[in-house]
């Protein structure tokens, strides 16, 4: 048995790195929620509380102390987001008094950037003794991705955006009496991330300092007729830790605190660079421009925190109905922007995002119907860390959100679950404006001014099987 669990591990480990690659965000910012498809019945509600099968190793990990005999759950959740772009205007920033003008930027919207995935989660606990257990999870915590058609009025900003992270947890469990429990967890998570855009040569080849004596728009140098690409691409990995604590009372009431720290990635990687080179003088400027701005072929690193998140959790049990709550906070305010440093001489790219501190809450019941089946609901919003539309970046823009979650659980034996959940999540009308200025230069002076409203809809299907042994 122990070698056959073994090689599950492998093979669903190697699911859980493909998977990964292209994960759509669906709670707050780009952080993933669809970590069981029991909790997902129930928005999950009572996460750190509820303990019902091997997911609580990512949820509070005290609650192993809960499962008396080993047990493996693999699930896997379907998220399809769909945004709708509405684009308001776009333009180029203005170069006073010798530069260009401000030229409107065309392109309009282009298909819906919100891209469908398929997300994995595979756990397992053992009980060692009465008093002692262990477990392991494999999950995808954070993903991001958003992809835009090329030509996309907004292109100068984002085209595709692509980040996952894969989390490794293994932890351990003690029931220090029949009222409390305590857990800990050590978790080593790989982070990758592709970002592109379109780059504006026409306006770099006219901002300050201006460059080569054919930079100028009689020479055929307008926005959007000098498009070059990048594109950065890096990966990293960190270590970090998990806590959590369950009180449980003799009148079927649970209550559960849970603790993830912050991962800090030092990511590295490469810097690709496509140089547009037209016929005559705007060919020569615009390699020349390139040059001077370092726009070439290097390596390329950057320093992202992913959050540290604390969550309480209450469960009460009455008779054939259970009812949950959660409060869990996610520290955002840890990634106050996204900076880009190459090795060549190219200046910094810098993503201002004054993100805040955010809360989920979350309300879910249980009913059990017979002895097989239990059907669950819920409700959640999930506030968005992002707060002024000068800040909302168009690779997530993102805002709170709605959840409404239905599901169902069925015992087929003694010893083979299974587990079912919907969530329909609303998320409210954003905005992004974004200001370009070029006296004194901003970060988004080659990127132009950008003015979207965006609406959006995220629907998930999440199933799992859950073995007892």
Known sequence: ??????????????????????????????????????GM???????????????????????????????????????????????????SVAVPPAGLPSFPINGGAGKDPGQAAFVPNLYYTHPITKEFSVGAAINVPFGLTTEYDSTWAGRYHATKSDLSSIN????????????????VGVNYQTFKAELSQAIDFATLCSITPPIGANCSAGAGFLPGSNDGSAKVTADSNAWGYNLGLL?????DFRMGVAYRSKMKHSLKGDFDATVPTPAGAAGTATASVAAARGIVDSGASADITLPASISVSF???????????????????????LRIKFDSTQADSVVTLNLQNSYRYSLGATYQLNEAWILRGGVALDQSPVTNSA??????????????????GWKASSSLNFDFGYASITMDNAQVRKTASAIPPNENVSRGNLSVDYTGKIQVLSAQARWTF
């Open 168 to 183: 490794y947890n293994v932890s351990g469990a003690y029931k220090f009496s029949d009222v409390l429990s305590g857990g």
């Open 41 to 91: 019945g129930t928005a999950f509600a009572g996460g750190a509380a509820i303990a019902e099968d091997a997911s609580t190793v990512w949820y509070n990990p005290a609650g192993m102390t809960r499962l008396d005999r080993p047990q493996l759950v693999f699930a896997g959740h379907y998220i399809d987001p769909s945004f709708k772009a509405n684009v308001i205007s776009a333009s």
């Open 391 to 408: 800040d909302r970046t168009p690779r997530l823009p993102d805002a709170d959100r709605t959840w409404v979650a239905i599901g169902a």
């Open 1 to 38: 048995m122990k070698s056959d669990t073994c090689r599950l591990l492998q093979r669903s480990a190697l699911a859980a790195a493909i998977a990964g690659i292209s994960a759509p965000a669906s709670a707050s910012f780009f952080a993933l929620a669809e970590q069981s498809a029991s």
């Open 247 to 251: 009180v449980q009372l003799p009148n």
């Open 315 to 337: 469960y009460q049990q009455a008779g054939q109905w259970a009812f949950m709550a959660d409060i869990t906070k996610t520290n955002w305010s840890e990634l106050p922007e």
